[in-house]
């Protein structure tokens, strides 16, 4: 059993920033592709970012381009999502994937059928 944990939501005004987390100290994030997804009331999950297995690639929902940024700290384990100039229409629960594949390529994976663990997700909610 490998447990992902997502953390740092919370209530944001709009146009206000926040960084979430995703941790685990079951194994090392850098031998894995990883990605953030969100879903709000009502609507299926969606991509959000994606970051290669080597950390050097990444992939943005069109709606967060120049606004999120997905990054990786090796030294603490941990995959981050940085986002900022939020609106209403970013409140959604947001989840961190990891994929197990292992391509040559490096690919950045963004449909969620393509994750095999999930976190239990991290609400974040943003005022107008």
């Known amino acids: 059993q490998w447990q992902l944990l997502e953390s740092g939501g919370g209530l944001v005004q709009a146009g206000g920033s926040l960084r979430i987390s995703c941790s685990t100290s079951g194994r090392t994030f850098s031998s894995y592709a990883v990605g953030w997804f969100r879903q709000a009331p009502g609507k299926e999950r969606e991509f959000v970012a994606g970051l290669s297995r080597s950390g050097g690639r990444t992939f943005y929902a069109d709606f967060v381009k120049g606004r999120f940024t997905i990054s990786r700290d090796n030294a603490k384990n941990t995959v981050y999502l940085q986002m900022n100039s939020l609106t209403p229409e970013d409140t959604a629960v947001y989840y961190c994937?990891?994929?197990?594949?292992?391509?040559?390529?490096?690919?950045?994976?963004?449909?969620?059928?393509?994750?095999?663990?999930w976190g239990q997700g991290t609400q974040v909610t943003v005022s107008s």
């Open positions: 994937a990891a994929d197990v594949s292992f391509f040559l390529s490096d690919p950045v994976y963004y449909s969620p059928t393509e994750y095999e663990y």
